[in-house]
């Protein structure tokens, strides 16, 4: 149990143009999605936790209307990198907390990741 | 807020040896320690995690320390396999008032284990 799925796996995209990312739950719900970009060789950065139903939180530094982040539903979390330029290639990596039913738990389940290029 | 060191970035052990990878962190509201292996383009894989009221725990051959006083944490990984080869990554999170925390990564350690 507890599978994060990530769509797509991989996408190249011209300069300028949006760029969705979708981070889905599978088994389970998750009140809380958290996004993380990673350049090659290096660590996971958080941009944005996502919780369901209400505006997402950035990290310092993020900018808010270039990374547009939905969590519509328990098990679906979107990241849409608008007016994609060259500095925004990366590895864009999603987790999901599953939280038991009573008991409160920490644990981050990772999606497979999307490695966006943009030329 | 939250900043967390680890050492060292990389690692080389013969197979069959032990394998030691630290970590520290600044605030000492952390409460929640998990570590990641991720292998290359892969995701990052939870291997073992501790929680702030245990000192200690045990996985067969992966055990995780936790030192509160000096806000240090380590991985230990004994009789190293080729296919422990991979980037290992701490993180440390604060859980508060029913919100789940946002993990803070370390830089990570390349482990290489030679056969």
């Known amino acids: 149990g507890a599978v994060v799925s990530q769509h797509p796996s991989r996408v190249i995209c011209k300069s300028g143009t949006s760029v969705k990312i979708e981070c889905r739950s599978l088994?389970?719900?998750?009140?809380?999605m958290f996004w993380y970009r990673q350049f090659p060789k290096q660590s996971l950065m958080l941009m944005a936790t996502?919780?369901?139903?209400?505006?997402?939180?950035?990290e310092q530094g993020v900018e808010k209307d270039k990374f547009l982040i939905n969590h519509a539903s328990l098990t679906l979390s979107t990241l849409t990198v608008t007016s994609a330029h060259p500095e925004d290639s990366s590895f864009y990596i999603c987790s999901a907390v599953r939280g038991l039913a009573g008991a409160r738990t920490d644990t981050q389940y990772f999606g497979p990741g999307t490695r966006l290029t943009v030329l | 807020g939250e900043n967390v060191e680890q050492h060292p970035s990389t690692l080389s052990v013969q197979e069959g040896d032990s394998a030691v990878i630290k970590c520290t962190y600044s605030?000492?509201?952390?409460?929640?320690f998990p570590w990641y292996k991720q292998e290359l383009g892969k995701r990052p894989q939870l291997i073992i995690d501790i929680r702030s009221n245990v000192g200690e725990k045990k996985d067969q051959r992966i055990a995780v320390t936790l030192n509160k006083t000096a806000k240090h944490f380590s991985l230990h990984i004994t009789e190293t396999q080729p296919e422990d080869s991979a980037v290992y990554f701490c993180a440390a999170s604060i859980f508060w008032g029913g919100s789940q925390g946002n993990l803070i990564f370390g830089k990570g350690t390349k482990l290489s284990v030679k056969p």
């Open positions: 088994d389970f719900q998750a009140t809380t």
């Open positions: 996502s919780n369901e139903g209400s505006k997402a939180t950035y």
């Open positions: 605030d000492s509201a952390s409460n929640y």
